[in-house]
């Protein structure tokens, strides 16, 4: 099975720095995914790692260790709107078929 | 946006009736996967098109079943539904089943009564 494990809430301060953790176990592996929610609205994309390493987009960035199992999120000079969930996601085989299964989700909210 | 719609974007049906949810796929891409999205919680993988085949599905029943039409478009359709099918229904469409991005649609809030 497929199984993601990250924080269900973080607090930050506007102007700051978060990180948001996300581990996962799975059989096999075929990347990671990072998506932004709002409240009531549909998933964006954020991220993709195949890879190990750090991958930088804007304010975003994105690490993976495959060896580990961890992935991490950072946010930087958070604004008022990346108040939001962040979910995290594997793309894993399964049953012959490549799954992307999402964990829980991260309720970030970043106050003033 | 991401060209990716869904229909309808809200909707109230009864215990035991059945719902049809629908998804175009973003131009070009011929993968689609529907995701049940209950409040608080991660999208659930429901399954996945791919060509116009079913090539893999999550832990859900078989009235939850799928249709992808050559335009690569796609149906949900649920039979019998139950209180706790109560969600957020969404679709992602991509090209490819290794693609580096799902596109979602705005999803199709199902209440059930």
Redesign the interface.
């Known amino acids: 099975g497929q199984n ?1 494990d990250q924080p269900t809430e973080m607090t930050a301060t506007e102007g700051a720095i978060v990180q948001i953790n996300c581990t996962y176990q799975t059989s096999g592996f ?2 990671l ?1 990072w ?1 932004q929610q709002h409240a009531g ?5 954020l991220s ?1 790692n ?1 890879l190990d390493g750090l991958e930088e987009k804007g304010r975003f960035s994105s690490f993976l260790s495959r060896s580990k199992g961890y992935s991490y999120l950072l946010l930087k000079e958070l604004q008022m709107k990346d108040s939001a969930s962040y ?1 995290c ?1 594997v ?1 894993a085989p ?12 991260t309720k970030l909210q970043v106050i003033p | 946006e991401t060209g990716v719609t869904q229909s309808p974007t809200h909707l109230i049906k009864t215990r035991g009736q059945q719902v049809t949810l629908r998804c175009s796929s973003q131009s070009g891409h011929n993968t689609v996967s529907w995701y049940q999205q209950a409040l608080g919680q991660g999208p659930q993988f429901i399954f996945q098109y791919y060509r116009e085949e079913e090539n893999g599905r999550g832990n859900f029943p078989p009235r939850f079943s799928g249709l992808q039409f050559p335009n690569y478009s796609s149906e949900l359709n649920v039979n019998a539904l139950e209180l706790d099918d109560s969600a957020l229904y969404l679709c992602a469409s991509s090209f490819g089943t290794m693609a580096g991005e799902l596109f979602f649609g705005e999803g199709s809030r199902l209440t059930v009564l």
Do not use: C, H
């Open positions: 993601i075929n990347g995914f998506y609205e549909a998933p964006t994309f993709y195949v979910l996601a793309r399964s049953g012959g078929y490549q799954k992307v299964t999402f964990g829980i989700g």
